[in-house]
């Protein structure tokens, strides 16, 4: 049996510039493929065709700490304010900890019995402004 045909440059260079934005570890593991996937990757027209592909910005905002005292106060602010989507939010109680592929990591803590503290987290997803997780 033969050996399928190499795909050309040109369609590589296609399918490649699809990859979704949301997760930047898709070129990552692209790259790991071989080393002609690794060189169109790495090439600086590459990515300034990506940008004009997609056109769209590469983060959807910024989640900063309003007040390091108790209560924290966490709020996303989004890179366009004028889109209305995702919209501003205010976090009262919570505090940010991590954000990755679109999403955010916020924790709270709450008193239960007695002196012992319990820590709550959420998954919010700024897009569509739901939680995706809750303990």
């Known amino acids: 049996m033969l050996p399928p045909p190499e795909l050309p440059d040109d369609v590589l260079d ?3 510039l699809r990859l979704p934005l949301d997760d930047p ?10 080393k002609r996937w ?8 590459f990515h300034r065709d990506r940008g ?13 700490v309003v007040s390091k ?3 924290f106060c966490s709020r996303f602010v989004p890179n366009d304010p004028t889109s209305h989507c995702p ?8 505090l940010v900890l991590d954000c990755r592929h679109g999403r955010a990591l916020f924790a709270t803590a709450r008193q ?7 820590i709550d987290i959420i998954v919010w997803d700024p897009l569509t402004g739901e939680e995706l997780m809750r303990t």
């Open 14 to 16: 296609d399918i490649l």
């Open 25 to 34: 570890a898709f070129l990552h593991r692209a790259s790991l493929v071989c």
């Open 38 to 45: 690794r060189r169109v990757l790495a090439d600086p027209a």
């Open 52 to 64: 004009a592909l997609h056109r769209r910005p590469s983060f959807l905002g910024l989640l900063h």
């Open 69 to 71: 005292d108790m209560p």
């Open 87 to 94: 919209v501003a939010r205010d976090l009262p109680g919570w």
């Open 112 to 118: 239960s019995l007695g002196t012992m503290v319990t």
